[in-house]
């Protein structure tokens, strides 16, 4: 079963102009990015781009890309243009702007798709720490199953803990549940991504500005695993001082032999410095 990471990028970013090239310890992002994916188990991985700036980096460090069209309203819609053209049965939507996404999160989202035919997409998530994230609307939060499967996206804090009164700043604490922030990178039957980016955005699309909640709407089932990696987006220029740090700290740790084994799935890593106040998140980047 063939697998294809596409990351979609753009140099007309509002908040950030040029961040695909911006660099990174002397690496345009758009390359750290392509390079960590190509270190997933998964047969290729394409640059889709409207930009002959980002073609012609890609060239340069021998990466595959494809040149689409520059009306797309959003990332989705521009990888599903690329995943058109090829021969893949799993898609894998990586945003341009995580150079520190590390391999084995993208197999994680990978897997489900491979082990289990129903799945229509997966996705990633983590526990929630901090009280300020499970009540800050640019923090998406999410509600799977027994089965690992997503019930709901919102902005809003879910699930309500009712004896708690979910009021803030205080965290609410339950046994039986925890709170989870999504992560966006997205594995797609390449099959139901192309009927998706067909069909109307829906109702509870339009309110929460999420748009996984077409796919919910649509019936689609899509698992959520748990990241097991600590990452970090760039959504503003101040973000490249924080990338950079955190990937020299993680060269020198691989560069030493020193670098921690990777936890069992399902275990959360302590989050890196979070993005000045009232950054958006990843489902609200300008990455199309």
């Known amino acids: 079963m063939k697998a294809t990471v596409i990351i979609p990028a753009r140099m007309a970013a509002t908040r950030f102009p040029g961040k695909p090239l911006s660099k990174i310890l002397e690496k ?32 340069s460090f021998g990466g595959e890309y494809h040149v689409t069209r520059d009306d797309h309203p959003n990332g989705t819609s521009r990888i599903a243009e690329t995943a058109a053209t090829i021969d893949s049965d799993i898609v ?54 027994k089965a690992h499967h997503a019930m709901y996206f919102s902005r ?51 309110i929460e500005g999420l748009e996984q909640l077409r796919a919910l709407d649509m019936g689609a089932s899509i698992y959520v695993g748990l990241a097991r990696h600590a990452s970090i987006g ?27 084994a990777s936890p069992p799935p399902d275990v959360h890593i302590s989050q890196i410095p979070k993005p000045p106040a009232g950054g958006l998140s990843q489902e609200e980047g300008d990455l199309s």
């Open 28 to 59: 345009p992002m758009i390359q750290w990015v392509y390079e960590a994916c190509s270190r997933a188990t998964v047969d290729r991985v394409i640059v889709a781009t409207d930009s002959f700036e980002i073609v012609e980096a890609v060239k």
């Open 92 to 145: 894998i939507n990586v945003q341009g702007d995580e150079p520190a996404i590390h391999p084995e999160d993208i197999e994680a989202v990978v897997t489900p798709l491979r082990a289990n035919p129903a799945l229509e997409m997966s996705t990633l998530a983590e526990p929630i720490q901090d009280p300020e994230d499970l009540f800050n609307p640019n923090v998406v939060k999410l509600v799977r199953n």
């Open 156 to 206: 809003a804090p879910i699930p309500y803990v009712k004896h708690a009164g979910m009021h803030g700043p205080t965290f609410p604490t339950s046994p039986h549940i925890t709170h989870y922030r999504h992560i966006g990178i997205y594995g797609y039957r390449r099959s139901f991504l192309l009927r998706y980016v067909a069909a109307e955005p829906c109702a509870l699309e339009d």
């Open 234 to 260: 760039v959504d503003t220029p101040a973000d490249l001082i924080k990338a950079e740090r955190f990937l020299a700290a993680s060269t020198n740790q691989h560069s030493t032999g020193t670098a921690e």
